[in-house]
């Protein structure tokens, strides 16, 4: 049985035999997993900290600069 050039060309071109498909495919699964090996990395191993002043270009690191409490005001009476 013979089959016909229709036929021939269009499993030729049928999307699973095509190169740049597999190729985007390919790309796609491993950084797939590329982000997963990363997120996996830094969930076992911590950041170890480092000794620096308590700026980054004069930003400060923490959220207060100080490592005393805060002075609290006195409550003030005003009359209502």
């Known amino acids: 049985?013979?089959?016909s050039p229709d036929r021939t060309a269009r499993t030729a071109s049928a999307w699973y035999r095509q190169?740049?498909?597999w190729l985007g495919v390919f790309?796609?699964?491993a950084s797939l997993a590329?982000?997963?090996w990363i997120i996996v990395l830094g969930a076992n191993h911590a950041d170890t900290p480092l000794s620096?002043?308590?700026t980054v270009f004069g930003?400060?690191?923490s959220a207060h600069s100080s490592t005393s409490p805060p002075q609290q005001r006195p409550?003030?009476?005003r009359p209502r």
Do not use: E, R, W, Y
């Open 75 to 77: 409550p003030t009476d």
């Open 34 to 36: 590329g982000c997963v």
């Open 19 to 21: 190169p740049v498909l």
């Open 52 to 54: 620096t002043s308590h």
């Open 59 to 61: 930003v400060p690191v």
């Open 1 to 3: 049985m013979a089959t």
């Open 27 to 29: 790309v796609f699964v």
